[in-house]
């Protein structure tokens, strides 16, 4: 045969039936091709409406919303709805405030004399925002600033400014010139403080009371206190502390 005649023969093309039937059947009945990715999908989801609806109907039912809100409410841990101690008793000089950083709140402790007992305001005058713990306790047994002189009673209140005209209005009975005082008791000998200052944590010690370990108000047992100041966090401080239990 002549080389030159197969460059003319027609080449053989691989067949592909099912395409072929495909285009045969789209032009035989053109409805039919619309009408068979419908009919594909409505089997597929035949097949996939049985398990789902059986994952389903074995599933627990969801909690109500009475009963889901409270279990999620007991396994949450409120940082802020908690008691902290600050400091044993015997280690604060009434005579002087004392400042302390509680789990990155800045606070201080003082004593005031006109109903003997502890306060912890937020350690920031309202003024300038100075360090209240810098400060001293007047001879009037008010926590004063050592910024510009501010004194401040037991519930917060600004009490004397020492700046203000003695006949001018009173500004130091607005708002604003007030601290923040946080609810505190002593308990087992230990200043407890909580760190929520609104009104509506003013009662908080009726609904919930710092830890007691009746052990420490024993005679019979010895009691050892002791304050160490760590340069790391709370969270350093238990993965530290659990390597050795």
């Given at each position: 045969?002549?080389?030159?005649?197969?460059?003319?023969?027609?080449?053989?093309r691989?067949?592909?039936?099912?395409?072929?039937?495909?285009?045969?059947?789209?032009?035989?009945?053109?409805?039919a091709?619309?009408?068979?990715?419908?009919l594909?999908w409505?089997?597929?989801?035949?097949?996939?409406?049985?398990?789902?609806?059986?994952?389903?109907?074995?599933?627990?039912p969801?909690?109500?919303?009475?009963?889901g809100?409270?279990?999620?409410?007991?396994?949450?841990f409120?940082?802020?709805?908690?008691?902290?101690?600050?400091?044993?008793?015997?280690?604060l000089?009434?005579?002087?405030?004392?400042?302390k950083?509680?789990?990155?709140?800045?606070?201080?402790?003082?004593?005031?004399?006109?109903?003997?007992?502890?306060?912890?305001?937020d350690?920031?005058?309202?003024?300038r925002?100075?360090?209240?713990?810098?400060?001293?306790?007047?001879?009037?047994?008010?926590?004063?600033?050592?910024?510009?002189?501010w004194?401040?009673?037991?519930?917060?209140?600004?009490?004397?400014?020492?700046?203000?005209?003695?006949l001018?209005?009173?500004?130091?009975k607005?708002?604003?010139a007030?601290?923040?005082?946080?609810?505190?008791?002593?308990?087992?000998?230990?200043?407890?403080f909580?760190p929520?200052?609104?009104?509506?944590h003013?009662?908080?010690?009726?609904?919930?009371?710092?830890p007691?370990?009746?052990?420490?108000?024993?005679?019979?047992?010895?009691?050892?206190?002791?304050?160490?100041?760590?340069?790391?966090?709370?969270?350093?401080?238990n993965?530290?502390?659990s390597?050795?239990?």
């Amino acid at each position: 045969m002549d080389p030159l005649s197969l460059l003319i023969l027609p080449r053989a093309r691989p067949s592909l039936p099912l395409r072929t039937a495909a285009n045969n059947a789209a032009r035989a009945s053109p409805s039919a091709a619309r009408l068979a990715p419908a009919l594909r999908w409505r089997r597929q989801r035949a097949r996939l409406s049985s398990p789902v609806s059986a994952v389903a109907a074995e599933a627990p039912p969801s909690p109500s919303p009475s009963g889901g809100g409270e279990e999620d409410s007991e396994g949450q841990f409120d940082w802020l709805d908690q008691w902290y101690p600050f400091a044993p008793v015997c280690d604060l000089d009434p005579g002087a405030p004392h400042g302390k950083t509680v789990l990155g709140l800045r606070v201080v402790a003082w004593y005031d004399r006109a109903v003997d007992e502890w306060r912890v305001f937020d350690d920031a005058c309202p003024h300038r925002l100075a360090p209240l713990s810098e400060g001293r306790i007047d001879d009037k047994g008010r926590l004063q600033c050592v910024y510009h002189g501010w004194c401040f009673d037991g519930r917060g209140s600004c009490q004397f400014i020492p700046q203000a005209p003695a006949l001018g209005p009173p500004v130091h009975k607005n708002s604003k010139a007030c601290v923040a005082s946080y609810p505190s008791v002593v308990q087992n000998n230990i200043l407890w403080f909580y760190p929520r200052a609104d009104a509506e944590h003013r009662d908080v010690l009726e609904r919930k009371q710092p830890p007691f370990i009746p052990e420490i108000d024993d005679p019979s047992f010895v009691t050892v206190y002791g304050i160490r100041d760590l340069s790391y966090g709370y969270v350093s401080l238990n993965l530290h502390a659990s390597t050795f239990l």
